[in-house]
């Protein structure tokens, strides 16, 4: 015999306008294969006037929020509306009033979630948020459950679809920036306000929850260091294709005897990367554990109906949990987290100086480089006269140190310019 559970969605945009789809289409066929019958009793909206592509029973839709998290009949809800406070608010109070909840939210969860899964764990009811890493990646539950045990090293993934489908599109069919995002808008990859993307938060939240799942300590969204992709250059794209690099925006989560650090920035991955083949909108999170090895998780990381997939999965867990009766403890435990400041985490980077082509040139620049403790792996110059390229890579290097030595080389007198800096993440040193 099928179960019903009454369920409340919050927001029916993108993500939740698909998995409204789903529960109704695919009505038959769930009820079938977990015994369960879903049956969406409110849905919230902003605007009651917009055309929906669902249908629901009349007084199904609301503009008032709270309708859904204090309607009796919604056994479990789901945060699919975005935003931080308000979201934030209205899933504390379902967690309180002991009805699980399911987000896709990743700035919610990386702002608030120990807050909100202290919530869950009172109440001994689930808080899942499968869809708010990697997007119909499961990534979540691996590495909480699966991985629970498992020492890992390193996290590094591309979980941010926006950015890296820009970064494909320009790199592969020479797109303008602005064109390849206005694509990526239209195909519904983009948060509601795409600074998020392009300048890194999105992946920021991302790393932080992948951090804090890893290595079992919370590591905050203000935590994570980040810059994103606006200033990213066609003639560094050029360069690194040359030297046999591919640009990707990376959330990189790392832990070692020092402690835990997490960034997001772009960086040149040899081509031969398993991350550097990933393109468009898919994302791939690499894992680097003690005993399991390497790791490859990927698939498409944004869009409306790969994210309702991993949203249902996780309305599928929590209800047969609420069916079950049984109160539900959190599946990972968060202790707090030793951090190491970003100015000593070990980067390698790759710098493009506008110079002057004389003698000495580069001996001023390489003493710069020394006098910080930076040791320099490679230079390249094209051009000469006043014209000259100087592209340098070093070896690993605290980010203050390397900092501190381009700011004295863009002060140097045949320094006309540093062009761009961006870090390099391979193996060697
Ligand atoms: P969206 O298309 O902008 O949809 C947001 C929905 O929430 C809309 O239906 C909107 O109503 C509703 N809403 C917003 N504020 C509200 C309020 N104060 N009261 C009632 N309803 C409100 O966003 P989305 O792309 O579906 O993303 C939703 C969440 O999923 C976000 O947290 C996002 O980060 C996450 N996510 C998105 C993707 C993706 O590929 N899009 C992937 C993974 C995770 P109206 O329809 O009336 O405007
Ligand atoms: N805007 C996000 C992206 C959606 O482009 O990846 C998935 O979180």
Request: cysteine-free; proline content about 5%; charged content about 25%.
């Amino acid at each position: 015999m099928e179960s019903t559970v009454g369920i409340g969605i919050l927001g029916a945009g993108t993500v939740g306008s698909a998995l409204i789809q789903r529960l109704v289409d695919d009505h038959v066929a769930i009820a079938a294969k977990t015994g369960l019958d879903f049956s969406v009793r409110r849905v919230a909206v902003r605007d009651l006037g917009k055309a929906r592509a669902f249908e629901v029973p009349d007084g199904v839709l609301t503009d008032d929020p709270w309708l859904v998290v204090n309607d009796p009949e919604v056994m479990l809800v789901v945060e699919v509306m975005g935003g931080r406070d308000r979201a934030g608010d209205l899933v504390f109070a379902a967690l309180e009033a002991g009805k699980p909840v399911v987000t896709a939210n990743k700035e919610l969860v990386a702002s608030r979630g120990l807050e909100l899964v202290a919530a869950a764990e009172r109440s001994g009811v689930p808080l899942l948020f499968e869809a708010a890493v990697g997007g119909g990646i499961p990534i979540i539950r691996p590495l909480s459950e699966t991985l629970a045990g498992e020492p890992v090293e390193r996290v590094m993934g591309i979980v941010n679809g926006t950015t890296n489908f820009i970064l494909s599109r320009m790199a592969e069919d020479g797109a303008e920036y602005g064109e390849a995002l206005a694509e990526a808008q239209a195909l519904g990859y983009a948060e509601p306000d795409p600074t998020a993307d392009v300048s890194g938060a999105d992946a920021a939240a991302k790393a932080s929850i992948l951090a804090s799942l890893a290595f079992g300590a919370w590591v905050g969204v203000d935590d994570v260091y980040y810059e994103g992709i606006e200033d990213l250059s066609p003639i560094d794209m050029a360069f690194a294709s040359e030297f046999g690099y591919a640009i990707k925006l990376l959330a990189v989560a790392e832990r070692s005897a020092a402690g835990i650090s997490a960034r997001v920035h772009p960086v040149l991955l040899p081509v031969d990367h398993p991350l550097a083949a990933i393109r468009g909108a898919t994302n791939a999170v690499f894992i680097e554990g003690e005993s399991v090895g390497e790791l490859l998780f990927s698939g498409p990381g944004a869009g409306g109906a790969p994210t309702a997939t991993a949203v249902l999965g996780d309305v599928i867990d929590a209800a047969r949990g609420v069916l079950a009766g049984a109160e539900v403890a959190p599946r990972i435990r968060f202790s707090p987290a030793e951090l190491i400041r970003f100015d000593d985490v070990a980067t390698k980077w790759y710098v493009r100086l506008e110079v002057e082509d004389r003698p000495g040139v580069l001996a001023e620049i390489a003493g710069a480089f020394g006098d910080s403790g930076v040791s320099i792996k490679s230079v390249w110059q094209e051009g000469a006269g006043d014209e000259a390229l100087l592209l340098i890579v070093t070896h690993r290097a605290a980010e203050a140190d390397q900092r501190a030595a381009v700011e004295a080389i863009a002060k140097l007198d045949p320094v006309r310019q540093v062009a761009s800096v961006l870090r390099v993440e391979s193996e060697e040193a």
